[in-house]
């Protein structure tokens, strides 16, 4: 892109918790934000009426982001509305935890379709069209490394992303587009927050040197350096959990 040109994201998940963040940094940076978000329309137009009461640019699209033409819609509305895209936010996600022994495969393919299918189909359409200069960003968890039991399916949901970024990193040699993954730790949102007990959520919140949840602000801090300055880093995955282990 040129230097006068106005960045524009399209942030996926971006009507709560780390992706509601994320849109809301990227339009204090200066970026134009398109709000995905896949039902909860009150919490997105909340969204995109928090950037346009702090002046920014935005709009919400409703997408599920397993529906391959809603996917490529999405894109359409983006660049009807602000003329491109220039960075991808994959923070839709959604988690299902249970021992493999009583895990039920429906919760596995739903996992599926959305982790895997929908951050597939997402970032497919951002190596096709994301301008020079641009940047995509996945969402992996630092589960991956800290291997919790109950977590194994939603954490091979996710490793996808980790193995994901790096390749398209390549594919995109040539063209100016960094390709990473964000790897948050437990984090304060509604998808870690709900059905856990506050004994659990304080022992998680333990778990880091930091002796606190992640906060939402903390991992769109992360995702604003790689989709803004840090034009060196790419096909990383950055774990941004203040050191749990
Ligand atoms: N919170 C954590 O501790 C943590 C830790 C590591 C990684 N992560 C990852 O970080 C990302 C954001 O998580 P979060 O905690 O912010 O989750 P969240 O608060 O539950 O928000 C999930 C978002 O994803 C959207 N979404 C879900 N399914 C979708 C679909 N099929 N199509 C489009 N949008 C969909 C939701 O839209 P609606 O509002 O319309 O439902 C919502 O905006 C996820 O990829 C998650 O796996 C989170």
Known sequence: MTENMQRVAIVTGGSRGIGRAVAERLAADGQAVVVAYASNQTEADAAVAAISSSGGQSIAVRVDVGDEQAVAALYAAAEERFGGVDVVVNAAGIMLLSPLASLDVDDLDRMYRTNIRGAFLVTREAVRRVRPGGAIIN????????????????????????????????????????????????TATALFLDGKDEETITRMAGMNPMNRLGRPEDIAEVVSFLAGPARWINGQTVFANGGVA
Request: aromatic share 6%; proline share 8%; net charge positive.
């Open 139 to 186: 969402f992996s968890t630092s589960v991956t490394r800290l291997s919790l039991p109950t977590y194994s399916a939603y954490a091979a949901s996710k490793a996808a992303m980790e193995a994901l970024s790096p390749i398209i990193a390549k594919e995109l040699k040539g063209r100016d587009i960094t390709a990473n993954t964000v790897a948050p730790g437990p």
